[in-house]
């Protein structure tokens, strides 16, 4: 299951995450798309990432700003329509990367290998740099979907799926929510 979304969010609450974003004040925080590298081929490219955990199961402190995090909550469940149950809530920003080409991409990786879990990434920002989708667990990858980036849409797939983020190399960056939750079963 693949299923793509635009207007995922009421008008006010998607410009109300530009807007917390895209602030001056916004802590984001340099890292790297995946920092375990276990699965890449020749058009993988390991490449700096800012972040922003907002919400991390595993961790000793898992909301790490509680005024986002209801932000998130709300946001969630508009875009699978229940109550939201998620592992991790995170925001990546990619910066432009014209060094790369249309044909690379990020490190291919599974957000969760928990069965029964699902991906969700919100684009919060209009930009190229598509996240794409593969067929296979291993290499050599080939592409079953690839979705551009559109602010006020949202993608949600199975946590299983490879999947990876491209640089931008048209607009100057790129913001998507980045969350993976638990499978209710009711997402429509």
């Known amino acids: 299951m693949i299923k793509v979304i635009d207007d995922a969010l009421p008008q006010l609450l998607a410009d109300k995450l530009f807007e917390i ?7 984001w ?20 990432q800012m972040g922003h955990t907002v919400f ?13 995090w209801l ?11 229940t109550t939201p149950n998620p592992l991790m809530v995170k925001f990546n920003l990619l910066l432009n990367n014209s060094n790369m080409s249309e044909e690379k991409y990020n490190t291919p990786h599974v957000d969760n290998a928990l ?9 919060v920002n209009d930009s190229d740099g598509d996240t794409i989708i593969f067929n ?6 080939t592409i079953k979907q690839r979705i551009t980036p559109k602010k006020n849409r949202a993608v949600i797939f199975d946590s299983a799926y490879y999947h ?6 048209k607009d100057e960056h790129r913001v998507v929510m980045n969350t993976t939750a638990l499978n209710s079963g009711d997402v429509t």
């Open 115 to 123: 069965k029964n879990s699902l991906s969700i990434i919100y684009y």
């Open 21 to 27: 974003t895209h602030s001056s004040d916004f802590p």
């Open 136 to 141: 296979e667990k291993t290499t050599p990858f």
């Open 56 to 68: 991390d199961s595993d961790s000793n402190d898992p909301v790490h700003n509680p005024n986002l």
């Open 164 to 169: 990876t983020s491209s640089n931008p190399i």
């Open 71 to 81: 932000v998130c909550l709300e946001a969630l469940g508009f875009i699978i329509k």
């Open 29 to 48: 925080f340099l890292t790297r798309d995946v920092y375990k590298v276990t699965t890449e081929d020749s058009n993988t490219v390991n490449t700096i």
